[in-house]
Structure formats: structure tokens, C-alpha cells
């Protein structure tokens, strides 16, 4: 038998914490079943043969995100844009983002690959800087937004610390596109002459730890319940099988 006789001032504090602590549980429970639903889109993505670039535009890129797109076209060298602070092993260096005129006129963003900061001006690369209209394969990428204490663009410079699309677009004479500012390619594998920029760092680490943050957050619920149990078994309020704690005199 179990009977307790709460106590006012601990239930008024520990009842909404309690809530919270469930409330925050389920919320995470949620959340991992959205990001195991984005997980399977993008291995199903990873896995799919490429598509074309005209096949992505007509459905949803972002849909496609992390899949293989064709693009043909001819780079903007001149307008390319640097990624600072990247690294690559132990060694620091750059991305470089450079505009694609696709064969239909349109500007897409293609992310080339690292290169070391020693190789940052074209002029010490020129091997890589390939003239004419190319083909090209690429993993769809999302547009970047700043996040939360990271340091702004600085456009001017050159320097870019996230894809800002819709700019970077801009910049490189591209019209305001509801579709193309969505979205940014990043190049295979495939190696470029001279061997810079180095393509394939797309990075698919996207961790799913949202088991244990509900696990964490129902312990916490638990541990508070035991704790509001046990005090009120020291203070002579709850009855367990017909005993009760007589309360400290």
C-alpha cells in the first residue's frame, strides 16, 4: 500500500520541473526520429546514381541534399571566393568556391576543394584553374547560415567563414533566384590538374544523440521523484506498506 500526503511548498516546486524534465524527454524522442528521417534521405541520396543539374532544378534540391548532381558549364576564376580557417589533416588552408555558368546561362556555386594557404592566390595554382567548359560532378549542399559566436563575412576581403548563396551569387553577377540561393554544390573526388584544389571533403559526420538526451533528461525526472519520495518519507508523509518514517522530533 502506498499512500502519500503531499507536502505543499516541495509539490508546487518539483511538479512543473517534473514536466519540464518529460516534456523535454519527448522533445528529444521527436527529434530523433526527424533526424533518423534525414539520415535515410541522405543515404538514399548518397546512394542513387547522379542526376542532372536541369533533373535537380526541376524538384526540390534541398530534397536532394548530399545526392550527386552533373552540372556542365564554364567557372568564373575571377570571382572565386575563399572559405577561411579550413583545415585538412594537420594542415590549414582554404576552400574555394567558384561560380559555374552552366550551359543554360544560369550561376550555381561550386565548392572546388582545399587548398593549402600557401596556394590561396590562383596565380601560384594555375594548373587548376581550367578554362572552357568543363563537367562536373557534385554533392548538393544546402545554403549556409552564420551560426551562433561564429565571425562575420567579410565580402570585401574575400574572406567567408559560411556559403552566404544568395550573396556570393550576387557578387558573381547571378539575378536573385528563389531556387539557385537555396543550394551550393561541392565537388567530388575527382582530381583537378596540378592536383589543387583537392575535391571530396564533404563531410557526412551528422551525429544522432538524441536517444541519450531523452534518456538523460527522464533520469533527471526519475531522480527528482525519488528525491520528493524520500523527503516526504523523512518527514512522516508517505506510508509504504503500512510504515511510516516518524518524523525527526
Not at 583545415?87 to 568556391?97: M, P
Request: charged share 20%; aromatic share 8%; hydrophobic share 45%.
Amino acid at each position: 500500500m502506498f499512500r502519500l500526503r503531499p507536502l505543499l511548498w516541495p509539490t508546487v516546486v518539483s511538479l512543473p520541473i517534473l514536466a519540464l524534465c518529460l516534456a523535454l524527454g519527448v522533445w528529444q524522442m521527436e527529434r530523433r526520429e526527424w533526424k533518423r528521417d534525414i539520415l535515410d534521405r541522405i543515404a538514399a541520396n548518397q546512394s542513387a546514381p547522379p542526376i542532372s543539374f536541369d533533373a535537380l532544378l526541376k524538384a526540390d534540391p534541398l530534397r536532394r541534399e548530399y545526392g550527386k548532381v552533373t552540372v556542365a558549364g564554364t567557372f568564373l576564376h575571377d570571382k572565386e571566393f575563399h572559405l577561411a580557417a579550413r583545415s585538412r589533416g594537420n594542415d590549414v588552408g582554404i576552400q574555394v568556391v567558384t561560380p559555374v555558368v552552366t550551359d543554360r546561362g544560369a550561376i550555381v556555386l561550386f565548392d572546388r576543394g582545399w587548398v593549402p594557404s600557401l596556394k590561396k592566390d590562383p596565380a601560384k595554382r594555375l594548373e587548376g584553374q581550367v578554362a572552357g567548359r568543363v563537367q562536373l560532378t557534385g554533392v548538393v549542399r544546402r545554403a549556409q547560415v552564420q551560426r551562433q559566436f561564429a565571425p562575420d563575412n567579410a565580402p570585401d576581403r574575400n574572406i567567408w567563414f559560411h556559403v552566404d548563396v544568395p550573396l556570393m551569387r550576387k557578387l558573381a553577377g547571378g539575378a536573385p533566384d528563389p531556387v539557385l540561393d537555396t543550394f551550393f554544390l561541392e565537388a567530388d573526388a575527382t582530381p583537378n590538374p596540378g592536383g589543387l584544389p583537392i575535391g571530396g571533403q564533404t563531410r557526412l559526420d551528422i551525429p544522432n544523440d538524441h536517444l541519450q538526451y531523452a534518456i538523460t533528461w527522464f533520469l533527471i525526472g526519475l531522480a527528482l521523484v525519488g528525491v520528493y519520495l524520500a523527503y516526504h518519507w523523512e518527514n512522516g508523509r508517505l506510508t509504504v506498506n503500512g510504515r511510516t518514517k516518524a518524523p525527526a522530533p
